[in-house]
């Protein structure tokens, strides 16, 4: 016989929702001795309802219906499906207001991409990965990967929510070298500074070539914003003094180059690859400038841990934001 837990679940699935995102907010109290309490089973309902972002009193009569759907800007979508966009947008939301109520606000004015690079220049030889995210936190937004999706298909690149004047950034797309994410960290993070999300409570990057749409003004604005702030030029000149090159002559390059230009090598090499369009050689460059290779979100989320204010969550939703980090068995 079904049980009403097992109903739920199949409830929650046939919605849109991953079995890793049900599992994720899944709540550690519950067992099977509780399905035969009315009120227990009551909780659950509300409790997963409250962390999936989905309204609890259609879900308590057999129905889901997500509260945030609709309240989101889609990027790189020409047309979808109506069910993922709201299942992606209330899960986003719902872990975007965790992380802003577990981190303290701070007043800060719109920035322009080159104060920001100025302010780390200061102090570091370049913008890279870890500065971006030392900002980010600096300026009171929260920073995390994603290591659970609500679609058993990873779509999103990278989601900022806004909540109150307050921002968030939830990152999913993993790299084993930093440059590729702090383009998209100083994507997202232009998107904030430059009042992308205003009149909205979400901005969604999906994965590029799923839904192109060509010309999206803000994309541009904040792919000019990013270069800015990790080059110091929205359009920067980098050239080579010879027309075919391997990816241990570029990584050597890169690395003499990238800190007399202020420069995170990494970039420079990304960078070249877009001008020149060599994206092969680029990417098999990163493995000759960084030492070691290591999935960059245990990074971005180690220091994420170290800077949340766990107890301002309560146990329950410490749990789901934890499982959210850190994904399945890791």
Known sequence: MITEAQKLRQQLKSAGLSERAIDAAWPAWWSDELEASPSSRAELRFTLA??????????????????????????????GDDVRQDAITSFGVSIGKLLIRATPAVEFPSTAAIELRDIVLSTAPFVDLLSLISICWSLGIPVIHLRVFPLDRKLMHAMVVEDNGRYAILLGRDSKYPAPIAFTLAHELGHIMLGHLEGTSAIVDLEEGEYDLPGDPQEDEADAFAISLLTGSANPEITTNIESFGPKSLALAALRAGPIHGIEPGTLALCLAHRLQKWPAAMAALSHIYTTAKPVWQ????????????????????????????????
């Open 299 to 330: 990074e971005v989320n180690g220091i994420a841990n170290s800077q949340i204010n766990w107890p301002e969550l309560g146990d329950d939703s410490a749990d789901f934001l934890e499982n959210v980090m850190l994904g399945p068995n890791e």
């Open 50 to 79: 409250r962390k999936l972002g989905i309204n609890p009193r259609p879900l308590l009569g057999e129905r889901v219906e997500f509260i945030w759907r609709d309240r989101a800007r889609f990027k790189h979508l020409a047309a």
